[in-house]
């Protein structure tokens, strides 16, 4: 692979993202958590800024997007509206044939002052008694429009222009209302010849036969049936799923619809429908045809009910579109919560998202989805069959991240209060310096060796040195040690919030002994009912058990005197952290629980201090509640090994911890 390095000059693309900056951020999100993918899922939800300081939006940006834009559309319409067009047209259609009766009666009446024929007479009495008689049906139409509707279906017009805005006010509802179904349905509703309703249903029958087969577990020939009767829907449906789906959608509108009206407006619309077709046996294939749809894929969570406030009208084709719309904002909703719960971006239908929320929406998807794969190819995490784990890198920069958190508030002169004078070779150099004696390392300072040569011959040059100008750079006795960190997990160290100050100290002196005392050894050992060793890359997932109950410092010192004794040579200590005295220890090999704790677990674990006091190792104690049990335990337990303890808040442990740490390391070499 070739690769081509060129000068920054300000036209070529950027990292998307400080990678860095991101696993701080999810340090705490970790350490809290012990889970990768709920620590991403974070930055998914809430969103982040890249290196640019440009936000990309997150999943609750979304939600909070959609939820804006549906209550807007609910309080600009008036669904009530939606009858009104129809209305006003069979206004029109029952005030055109009004008057088209009139008209046949005036052109039908003889004049006035001429005796007309009897045959001419009689016609137009006739005729004034069909109109008198049609008069009062249009007098007694019903008012909703679906019973108007019914009524004028098998009325005989006398007016053909009547006649012929009501055929188009059918053709029209037929294409809204039943060819809202099928798209290749819409202009063949306009005049629905013998043989156009032929072919549909034979389509419809089809399609029956097609969704039964699926239900009863079989493999529906569906490319035939597209090849048949593909003009009746869209033509990117390319498998039966996908037709179902389709016409599951265009089901649900007209059933939000219907549910979002008043109940009389409901009624009215199903009368509509009734008669809209007047075939019943494609009638009754199609209401067929709905109940194996939703057999297959029932459509109660995209059929909702919208309560619309507003007074902008809506005609129903509107209104059915905007059914549609609003079931789009339904399913991204269900996309982007489930995306939260876990199951990931993949969820989301990138072209639905920017469809309804523009580009800039499916840009920062695009972007989010990077996220774990930059993180991969960064060395920070790795994929492990199917989940993400954290590598020794990510795991080492969690720990620096709360080593630097626990020191930030410490003053520079927290390190070095105890000075101890003694002499040694090595360590480390200081930023202080001393004149040079026989036996010190040779840490040449050099720009004070020249102003002391300077001081003692005066200016000028060249400057002469001798052995009495020397100076040299003081430095530090170190020790080495081997330490057992200890960490109660038991039910009350979380129930007081005192784990994850725990979890983070643990972190912090794994960074602090690899970073500044690579020769130490640590080992690290959480005890609740049982005591147990936990590896470094394991810390980030630790997380507690809220059904195991007790505090077995028994086990928890037995398995870190095992430990410790593979280093006899070094200084040897167990640091425990715990907010309660001891309330389980070890009977042939089980554990028992009591509390208040028994007099046997107390002596058990008073006996295993004695053994590590035998063996040299030191029990330093940090309490973390100031019960008085507790305090009575370990004023023993001190009082048998000559440790220290200490009360630390959890928000302080780290700096108590640490600190106390490095000052038993470090010892001025005069």
């Not at 239908?349 to 800039?360: F, V």
Request: charged content about 30%; some cysteine; glycine content about 6%.
């Amino acid at each position: 692979m070739l690769y081509r390095y060129s000068r920054w000059d300000g036209t070529q693309p950027g990292f998307a993202f400080d990678l860095e900056e991101l696993m701080e951020k999810m340090s705490d999100d970790l350490l809290a958590e012990g889970d990768l993918w709920q620590a991403l899922q974070r930055f998914h939800r809430w969103g982040v800024d890249d290196q640019q300081g440009n936000r990309i939006a997150g999943l609750q940006d979304w939600l909070e997007q959609l939820r804006q834009m549906r209550r807007q559309q609910l309080e600009r319409y008036n669904l009530n509206s939606v009858f009104d067009e129809i209305q006003q047209k069979l206004n029109d259609v029952i005030d055109t044939e009004r008057k088209g009766i009139q008209g046949r009666l005036d052109a039908a009446k003889p004049a006035e002052g001429q005796q007309a024929d009897q045959n001419a007479q009689q016609m137009y009495q006739a005729l004034d008694k069909i109109a008198d008689r049609k008069q009062r049906f249009l007098d007694n139409l019903p008012q909703d429009p679906g019973g108007r509707i019914k009524e004028l279906s098998d009325y005989e017009f006398m007016d053909a222009e009547a006649r012929q805005k009501f055929q188009e006010l059918m053709d029209q509802l037929r294409q809204q209302m039943i060819g809202n179904y099928f798209e290749g349905l819409k202009q063949q509703l306009q005049s629905l010849s013998p043989e156009d309703l032929q072919r549909t249903r034979e389509m419809v029958r089809d399609l029956n036969q097609m969704l039964q087969e699926k239900l009863r577990g079989g493999q529906p020939d569906f490319q035939n049936f597209k090849q048949k009767h593909g003009q009746f829907f869209p033509p990117d449906i390319n498998s039966l799923d996908e037709l179902v789906e389709y016409l599951q959608q265009r089901m649900a509108q007209m059933q939000s619809l219907m549910k979002s009206v008043s109940p009389e407006m409901r009624q009215s619309m199903q009368q509509m429908l009734d008669n809209l077709l007047r075939d019943d046996r494609l009638k009754w294939d199609l209401a067929q045809m709905a109940a194996n749809l939703d057999r297959l894929l029932p459509m109660r969570s995209q059929a909702n009910r919208y309560p619309f406030q507003g007074q902008e009208q809506l005609g129903l084709q509107e209104a059915l579109d905007l059914m549609g719309r609003l079931q789009q904002m339904d399913q991204l909703e269900r996309q982007l919560k489930n995306a939260q719960n876990a199951r990931g971006l993949g969820e989301i239908d990138a072209a639905q998202l920017e469809d309804l929320l523009g580009p800039q929406a499916s840009q920062d998807l695009e972007r989010l989805k990077e996220l774990a794969r930059l993180l991969e190819e960064a060395g920070y995490i790795q994929k492990v069959g199917e989940r993400y784990e954290l590598t020794a890198k990510a795991i080492r920069k969690i720990g620096q991240k709360a080593l630097r958190d626990i020191f930030s508030n410490l003053k520079r002169d927290a390190f070095g209060r105890h000075e101890t004078f003694m002499r040694g070779a090595g360590g480390e150099r200081t930023e202080e310096s001393k004149l040079y004696e026989f036996g010190d390392p040779f840490h040449l300072q050099i720009q004070q060796t020249i102003m002391n040569a300077i001081v003692r011959q005066g200016p000028g040059s060249p400057v002469e040195l001798n052995h009495h100008d020397f100076e040299v750079h003081r430095t530090e006795f170190n020790t080495r040690s081997s330490t057992v960190l200890m960490v109660d997990m038991s039910r009350s160290m979380v129930l007081r919030g005192c784990f994850l100050a725990a979890k983070k100290v643990a972190m912090a002196m794994d960074s602090l002994i690899r970073g500044q005392y690579p020769n130490d050894t640590l080992y690290f050992i959480v005890f609740s009912d049982y005591a147990r060793e936990l590896k470094v890359s394991s810390l980030p997932y630790m997380t507690w058990d809220e059904y195991i109950y007790g505090t077995n410092m028994q086990h928890g010192f037995m398995l870190a005197r095992q430990l410790l004794a593979r280093h006899k040579g070094s200084n040897r200590q167990i640091i425990m952290i715990t907010d309660g005295e001891p309330t389980a220890h070890l009977e042939n090999g089980r554990a028992l629980f009591s509390y208040p704790p028994t007099y046997r677990t107390i002596a058990e674990t008073l006996k295993e201090v004695g053994r590590c006091t035998r063996e040299d190792i030191v029990i330093n104690t940090f309490m973390l509640e100031r019960g008085h049990n507790l305090m009575e335990f370990v004023n023993e337990m001190t009082k048998i090994n000559k440790g220290r303890a200490f009360y630390a808040a959890p928000e302080r442990l780290g700096e108590y911890i640490l600190v106390d740490y490095v000052n038993s390391k470090r010892k001025r070499i005069q």
